[in-house]
């Protein structure tokens, strides 16, 4: 039985072999047998290995530096004069400039390097001048809780990992200008605010209207900004510290006002 429209005959003159499964050539296109298919097989006069020296020596790039037969076969142009330089001649003197034009391209780089570096010491300045206020702080805050520790009063049901640490400065008689020592006391962490201001009153003996209608209450301000610690009587004194609005040990003013602010003079 013949198959006479199966296949296709070799391409090669003196092959023409009948082949069922012809292979094709990448480079001329034709059908070639399993056996001529490959290019040099067939000498394909289009593939790359049977291109002639002179065509590839068309294709290179020679230096146009003088006295350089360097070639290559990728075009490496300089941007300001266009021409083709090898590797070894790239630095041809063509960017070069003279002294002046150098020595103002200088000047002009170190205008922008000067300003930044009179602006980053200001900043660095002004960084080394705030940690090491707030490491003084700290380290205060430290050395005024290990003292007040040991002087501090406070009611005895508060148990040891529960006391938090205040030094209280009472209400003043504005008036008179009357200014009572201040009292190293320590409160339950776990109460409100509202808690601790009664017990502060109790400890100093001082008069304390808080659960009456009568205005000009209790209330605890910052020793150092003067500004109120908490308006909410039931808010946990435990978050206050959470929030870093309260530190374990720091100055506190007691004192009757409604106000948002006191008079920090009337404590110095």
């Known amino acids: 039985m013949e198959f006479p429209a199966t296949g296709e005959c070799c391409a090669l003159d003196n092959c023409k072999q009948l082949d069922f499964l012809p292979f094709k050539c990448d480079y001329c296109h034709l059908t070639f047998c399993k056996t001529h298919f490959n290019a040099e097989s067939h000498k394909c006069a289009k593939s790359v290995s049977n291109i002639t020296s002179p065509t590839k020596q068309s294709l290179n790039f020679v230096c146009s530096k003088d006295d350089c037969k360097e070639t290559s076969l990728i ?91 205040f030094l209280v400065y009472p209400p003043i008689i504005a008036a008179s200008k009357i200014t009572n020592v201040p009292k190293g006391i320590y409160m339950n962490k776990n109460w409100t605010v509202g808690k601790i201001i009664d017990s502060m009153a109790d400890i100093l003996k001082i008069p304390n209207n808080n659960n009456t209608s009568i205005t000009n209450k209790l209330h605890l301000f910052h020793y150092n900004t003067g500004a109120s610690i908490c308006n909410k009587m039931d808010t946990p004194v435990i978050d206050l510290f959470e929030s870093s609005v309260l530190i374990d040990g720091q100055c506190v003013i007691l004192e009757y006002s409604d106000d948002t602010a006191v008079d920090l003079t009337l404590y110095e």
């Open 75 to 165: 075009e490496m142009l300089c941007y300001n004069c266009k021409n083709h330089f090898c590797i070894k001649h790239r630095y041809h003197g063509c960017l070069e400039t003279n002294n002046d034009e150098t020595l103002r391209k200088l000047k002009k780089w170190q205008i922008p390097k000067k300003q930044f570096a009179h602006v980053k010491a200001i900043v660095d300045q002004e960084v080394s001048d705030s940690l090491r206020k707030s490491k003084n702080t700290a380290m205060a805050n430290k050395v005024q809780l290990m003292r007040m520790k040991s002087i501090a009063v406070g009611p005895k049901n508060v148990p040891t990992n529960e006391r938090c640490y």
